[in-house]
């Protein structure tokens, strides 16, 4: 990622402000996408499992991944987790988050902050 480490870890600390901005995907475990700009994320979930979250490709793959199989790039939210985002949109696979769930359905949260 070309967002600079410095930046990066300012903004998985900063606070939410009356300029932060909330987007909501739905998912199944049907791959589901949403187009992110640059800027770091918190990520939450209202299922009850685990969501599988990608930036670029199928989070399918994720989902499906068995015992032994190549590492691919992604990531789990546990239920009741946030996880923290920083993106660059100029990177190869950024822009497009792709994101399902293990089992039923949920509603991703994508709460943007504002870097000062």
Not at 22 to 33: I, V
Not at 52 to 71: H, K, N
Not at 92 to 102: F, I, M, S
């Amino acid at each position: 990622m070309s967002v600079p480490v410095d930046s990066a870890l300012r903004g998985t600390a900063a606070p939410y402000d009356h300029n932060t901005t909330m987007r909501s995907l739905a998912l199944t475990t049907a791959d589901a996408t949403i187009t992110l700009v640059t800027g770091v994320y918190d990520l939450c979930h209202d299922g009850t499992g685990l969501v599988f979250v990608r930036m670029g490709a199928t989070a399918a793959t994720l989902s499906a991944q068995a015992t032994g199989d190549p590492e691919i790039t992604g990531h789990v939210i546990p239920a009741g987790a946030v996880a923290t985002l920083a993106l660059d949109a100029t990177d190869a696979h950024a822009g497009v988050l792709h994101a399902v769930t293990a089992s039923g359905t949920a509603t991703l949260r994508i709460i943007r902050k504002v870097l000062a």
